[in-house]
C-alpha cells in the first residue's frame, strides 16, 4: 500500500532481496561517543545477515564488535523521482569460528580496501524495515 506521502512500506524479503542488488552501503555507528556513518562493500549471507570483510586492527571492527549498529543501503533514480531505502539494526561480532570462516573465504565479500589480517563481521539482521518512494508526478 502506498501511503499519501508516496512511500510505500517494504516487507522483510522485499528489503532483503533489494540489499543483494547493491554492493555498497552505510554502516551506522558510535566513534568516541558520536554518530559515525561509513560506506562499505557488502554481501548477504544465507540467512539474510549482513557480512563485511576488513582488517582486524581497523577502527571500524574494534567500534562495532559487539556493538548493536544499523547498516543502510539504498538506490534512487533522480530522473524518476522513485528509490528504495532499507536498514538492517543487529548486533555486529566478528566472525571467530574457524569453519564459518573458511566458508566466508570463499563465499563472503571481499572487500574493496587493501585488508591486513582480514577478519569477517556479521550483522545479524534482528529488524530489518525499508520504504520504497514511488514515482511522484
Given at each position: ?61 574494534r567500534a ?19 528509490g528504495w ?9 566478528v566472525v ?42
Open positions: 500500500m502506498v501511503e499519501d506521502d508516496g512511500f510505500r512500506a517494504l516487507d522483510r524479503q522485499e528489503c532483503l532481496a533489494l540489499l543483494a542488488e547493491v554492493p555498497v552501503g552505510r554502516v551506522v555507528y558510535t566513534r568516541r561517543a558520536l554518530p559515525a556513518v561509513l560506506p562499505v562493500n557488502f554481501s548477504l549471507d544465507e540467512d539474510g545477515s549482513v557480512l563485511l570483510h576488513s582488517s582486524a586492527g581497523s577502527d571500524l571492527v562495532i564488535d559487539g556493538a548493536v549498529i544499523a547498516f543502510e543501503a539504498d538506490e534512487f533514480h533522480a530522473a524518476s523521482r522513485s531505502s532499507v536498514v538492517v539494526t543487529g548486533r555486529a561480532t571467530t569460528d574457524p569453519a564459518e570462516q573458511a566458508r566466508l573465504s570463499r563465499t563472503g565479500p571481499v572487500s574493496w580496501m587493501h585488508v591486513r589480517d582480514g577478519v569477517f563481521v556479521r550483522i545479524e539482521s534482528e529488524m530489518v524495515t525499508g520504504r520504497e518512494l514511488t514515482a511522484v508526478a
